[in-house]
């Protein structure tokens, strides 16, 4: 079975830190683009950073650049997403996605139901 699982969600205080995994099964990741993507209450879902497998060029949306990390091991075929410096406004739903054909320059304009692979997210939440 085709699926991407997250883990690493929880509650922490505003300038700490989480890292977030995205284990893939069924597949590898092998010239895909894998990232992230959030959802906070009442919001729409927006991309918040991905990699590309082959050459490891990154995407990181403007909130969060300077503050998350992603990083792929393609050989335990798992993202991370490393988040420090957490502030309230990160509070959200942290979901996975996988897709062979869609490049980094159009990740974030990509809707969610397109892409190939989705896991079922995660819950980050920050408090002040």
């Known amino acids: 079975e085709v699926q991407l699982v997250e883990s690493g969600g929880g509650l922490v205080q505003a300038g700490g830190s989480l890292r977030l995994s995205c284990a893939a099964s069924?597949?590898?990741?092998?010239?895909?683009?894998i990232g992230w993507f959030r959802q906070a209450p009442g919001k729409e879902r927006e991309a918040v950073s991905c990699?590309?497998?082959?050459?490891?060029?990154?995407y990181y949306t403007a909130s969060v650049k300077g503050r998350f990390t992603i990083s792929s091991d393609n050989a335990k075929n798992t993202v991370y997403l490393l988040m420090n410096s957490l502030k309230p406004e990160d509070t959200a739903v942290y979901y996975c996605a996988a897709d062979p054909n869609i490049p980094i320059r159009t990740w974030a304009s990509t809707p969610w139901r397109y892409l190939e692979v989705r896991g079922q997210g995660t819950l980050v939440t920050v408090s002040s």
């Open positions: 069924g597949f590898t990741f092998d010239d895909y683009t």
């Open positions: 990699i590309r497998s082959t050459d490891g060029s990154t």
